[in-house]
C-alpha cells in the first residue's frame, strides 16, 4: 500500500512566498513564449503544441507545490475539456489523483496541533506515506480495533491562502481561460465560497452524514460511516472502502451490463440530489468514486456541496424542458432571473444571448428529452466541445461588458458536465429519470 512518490517536505505557507512561487512560474510561462516566438521566426508554420506542453508543465509543477485553491482550480479547469488546450487537460487531470504528497513529519505536525498526539497514539496502525495526493488534502490508511480506516488530512496553509492564492492564479486563468475580467471576477467569487467551505472539514463530516444518509435507500450506492470523535477541523477519518477508481475499473474490461448498472447509479445519486433534496455533490470528478468488488458505486469526498436557491432551480430546470413551452414574457424572465441577460443589454444583444443560451441549454438537457440515453454517443460531446469552442471565441462574447449567467449555474453546469463526462466514461446506457414536472 505505501507509495514510493516523491515526497514534499514542506509547502510555501506565507503570502510572500506564495506569491514568489506564482511570479517565478510566470516567468517561465513569459520564457515560454518568448522561446516559441522565436522558434516561430525560423518556422512560421510552429504550433502552439510545444508551448502548451512546456506551460502545462511549468504550471502543474509549480501549483502541485502550492496545493490548495490554485491546485483545485487547475482540477475544476480539466474537467470542463472544452475550454482548454488538450496539454494542459491531461496535465491537470492528475491533480485529481497524484499530486506529490506530504512527508510524514508534517502530516504528524497537522495531528498534535488538533488532537495534541501523533497518529501512532491514536490508531493501531497508520501508513507513513500517503495511498492518495489531491488538491486539498492526502489521504493515509489506518487501522484500529480490526476496523481499516481512511484518514483525509488537509495540507497546512491551505484554509489561510484560499483568497490570495485566488488572486494570484487570476493572470493564469485569464490567459488559459479565454474570458473577460468581469465574467472571471463572477466566476471566482462563487470558486472561493464553495473552496472555503471545502476546508472546513467539520462542515463536510456534517454534509457527508447528512447526504450519504438522505441518499442511502439508493439502489448500487455504498458510502463510508464517518467517525466525528477522531476528525477535527483539518483531518476525517471514514471507513476505507476497498475498491478500484472509475479508470483503474474499466481496465478490467467490466461487462457492458456492469458498466450500465454502475452509470445507472450515479444518475439516480444525482437525479435525487438534485431534484429532491436540492442540494448536491458538486465535483464529480473521477477520484471521487470507488468501484467495490460488488460493483457497487462508492462516494468518498463530500467537500463540495452546492445548494440550490428554489428559484434557480425552477428556472434553470424550466428551459430544460423538451417542448418549451413558455410564453415569450415568462421566457424573458427567466433569462433575466438567470442572469442571462439584463438590462443593460441592448436588443440585439438579448436576441443574440437568448439564443445562444436557449440552445446551450437544450444541448446540456438532451439526455432529459428521452427515457434513456447512450452516453457511449460521442458525437453528442463533440457537439458540446464544438458549442464551447465556438462561444469561447465568440465576439459577442469577448465584447460583453458583463458576466453572463447567474453564479449558481457555475456549479451546477460543472455537476452536469462532469457527470456526463463519467457516464461517457463508462460508455453507458442508462434510464434518464426526470422529476415528474419536467416529464
Not at 480539466?78 to 496535465?91: E, F
Not at 490508511?141 to 492564479?169: C, H, M, N, R, W
Not at 413558455?326 to 421566457?331: A, F, G, Q, R, V
Not at 469561447?392 to 453564479?407: C, L, P, T, W, Y
Request: glycine residues 6%; aromatic residues 12%.
Amino acid at each position: 500500500m505505501e507509495r514510493s512518490v516523491k515526497e514534499q517536505q514542506s509547502i510555501p505557507v506565507s503570502k510572500v512566498q506564495r506569491a514568489a512561487k506564482f511570479i517565478s512560474t510566470g516567468a517561465k510561462v513569459g520564457g515560454n513564449y518568448v522561446k516559441h516566438y522565436a522558434k516561430k521566426v525560423v518556422n512560421p508554420n510552429l504550433s502552439k503544441e510545444e508551448l502548451h506542453n512546456n506551460n502545462a508543465e511549468d504550471i502543474y509543477n509549480s501549483l502541485s507545490q502550492l496545493k490548495g485553491s490554485a491546485l483545485k482550480v487547475a482540477q475544476m479547469m480539466s474537467m470542463d475539456k472544452n475550454i482548454l488546450p488538450r496539454a494542459y487537460q491531461d496535465k491537470f487531470t492528475m491533480a485529481q489523483y497524484s499530486a506529490p504528497p506530504l512527508s510524514y513529519p508534517l502530516v504528524v505536525k497537522t495531528f498534535q496541533k488538533y488532537f495534541g498526539k501523533t497518529p501512532d497514539q491514536i490508531y493501531d496502525t497508520f501508513t507513513k506515506s500517503a495511498v492518495n495526493a489531491a488538491s486539498i488534502g492526502q489521504v493515509h490508511q489506518a487501522t484500529k480495533e480490526g476496523k481499516t480506516f481512511a484518514v483525509k488530512i488537509q495540507y497546512p496553509g491551505v484554509a489561510d491562502s484560499v483568497s490570495s492564492d485566488l488572486k494570484l492564479v487570476r493572470p493564469f486563468a485569464l490567459r488559459l481561460l479565454n474570458m473577460n475580467e468581469k465574467e472571471l471576477d463572477h466566476y471566482m467569487e462563487e470558486v472561493e465560497g464553495k473552496l472555503i467551505e471545502e476546508t472546513d472539514y467539520v462542515l463536510e463530516v456534517q454534509r457527508s452524514l447528512e447526504i450519504s444518509a438522505a441518499c442511502s435507500h439508493i439502489e448500487g450506492l455504498t458510502f463510508p460511516g464517518y467517525y466525528e470523535g477522531m476528525s477535527s477541523e483539518r483531518i476525517i477519518t471514514m471507513d476505507w472502502i476497498d475498491g478500484k477508481h472509475i479508470k483503474e475499473w474499466l481496465e478490467t474490461n467490466p461487462s457492458q451490463e456492469a458498466k450500465n448498472k454502475i452509470g445507472q447509479s450515479l444518475w439516480d445519486f444525482y437525479h435525487h440530489q438534485v431534484h429532491n433534496l436540492q442540494q448536491v455533490h458538486a465535483d464529480p470528478h473521477p477520484g471521487n468514486f470507488i468501484i467495490t468488488k460488488e460493483n457497487k458505486l462508492g462516494i468518498i469526498d463530500f467537500g463540495c456541496v452546492k445548494i440550490l436557491p428554489e428559484d434557480f432551480y425552477h428556472g434553470y430546470f424550466s428551459l430544460i424542458k423538451r417542448d418549451l413551452l413558455i410564453n415569450e414574457e415568462e421566457l424573458n424572465q427567466i433569462f433575466y432571473n438567470l442572469e442571462f441577460i439584463s438590462d443593460r443589454d441592448t436588443e440585439v444583444e438579448k436576441v443574440y444571448f437568448k439564443g445562444v443560451f436557449k440552445e446551450m441549454i437544450s444541448l446540456l438537457g438532451k439526455p432529459f428529452h428521452v427515457d434513456s440515453f447512450d452516453f457511449a454517443d460521442d458525437r453528442y460531446f463533440e457537439q458540446i466541445f464544438q458549442l464551447g469552442d465556438r462561444i469561447s471565441n465568440d465576439k459577442m462574447f469577448k465584447k460583453s461588458r458583463q458576466a453572463r449567467g447567474s453564479r449558481h449555474g457555475l456549479y451546477i453546469n460543472r455537476t452536469y458536465f462532469g457527470l456526463y463526462n463519467l457516464l461517457n466514461q463508462l460508455q453507458a446506457n442508462i434510464k434518464t429519470t426526470k422529476p415528474q414536472w419536467l416529464e
